[in-house]
């Protein structure tokens, strides 16, 4: 069911969406060469703590019957898209594409948010993935308002992915959240103009874009984690915002 949330929880959830992007602050200043994803998973849980909220994704699981997820950073490099887990990323070196994915529950409601960084410096392709990812959420963003629809967003999201000559990756998407960490509805990176479910203002979602280089097809690994079938590099930017008349307002900032 998709709910709408009260402008009192909107502000907790902005209030929470604030610091909660402060660690990601602090994470994208520690993401140097040589640092481990088990220093990383540290930094995130005490910053997470310190600015008094819990980690969303430590041991969460959507699914009852699935493996709880083991840290509360998600951290995915280069061909992997998301789900990566610290312990298992070993140190950050040069040229890596760092997917940095965080949670948080901040007075009883959530948001989520996702940045990708490149260690040291960049290529053009990977320079291209980044600024790909963030066009098109701010494409789906603007058309995140009262009286669209999902299909209109991810139209836009689509589009722009498309327009860098990326391809979209269809199996993964975005959410409702507030209450829980996933929500009704699912917020696809693809769709048709007009169709799809209709926003109302007061609705929160996390649209997330995740552009790949090579393929749209992703597998599974046995970690829960997600890869471009090629080993493409692939980037994701997310934020949590709220639907309103004129747009989709960032809670994440």
């Known amino acids: 069911m998709v709910t709408i ?3 009192s929880e909107i502000k907790i959830i902005a209030d929470g ?3 909660l992007r402060q660690v990601m602050d602090m994470l994208i200043a520690a993401a140097k060469p040589g640092i481990r994803g088990e220093q990383l998973e540290t930094l995130t849980r005490s910053a997470i703590l310190n600015f008094g909220g819990k980690p969303a994704f430590l041991n969460y699981s959507p699914d009852p019957e699935g493996a709880p997820f083991p840290a ?16 298992n990323t070993g140190a950050l070196k040069n040229g890596d594409l760092v997917k940095l994915d965080i949670g948080m529950q901040f007075k009883g409601l959530f ?5 990708t960084i490149v260690i040291g410096n960049p290529t053009a392709e ?26 209109d967003v991810g139209f836009a999201i689509e589009s722009r992915i498309q327009a860098h ?8 998407t975005g959410h409702g959240l507030g209450y829980r960490p996933h929500e009704d509805p699912w917020v696809l990176n693809y769709g048709n103009p007009g169709k799809g479910l209709k926003l109302k203002s007061g609705m929160v979602l996390a649209i997330e874009p995740m552009p790949a280089a ?27 915002l709220v639907v309103t008349p004129t747009g989709g307002k960032i809670l994440t900032k």
């Open 111 to 115: 948001t989520d948010m996702a940045r």
């Open 214 to 240: 090579g393929t749209s097809e992703i597998i599974e690994r046995r970690d829960g984690s997600f890869v471009t079938a090629d080993g493409s590099l692939a980037s994701h930017y997310e934020n949590t």
């Open 126 to 151: 990977q320079k291209e993935l980044i600024v790909a990812a963030k066009e098109a959420f701010l494409a789906g963003l603007k058309m995140a308002k009262e009286g669209n629809t999902l299909g």
């Open 5 to 7: 949330k009260t402008q």
């Open 165 to 172: 000559h990326f391809f979209v990756i269809k199996e993964l």
């Open 17 to 19: 969406g604030h610091r």
């Open 72 to 87: 509360a950073l998600c951290l995915s490099l280069n061909g992997t898209v998301v789900h990566g887990i610290p312990k």
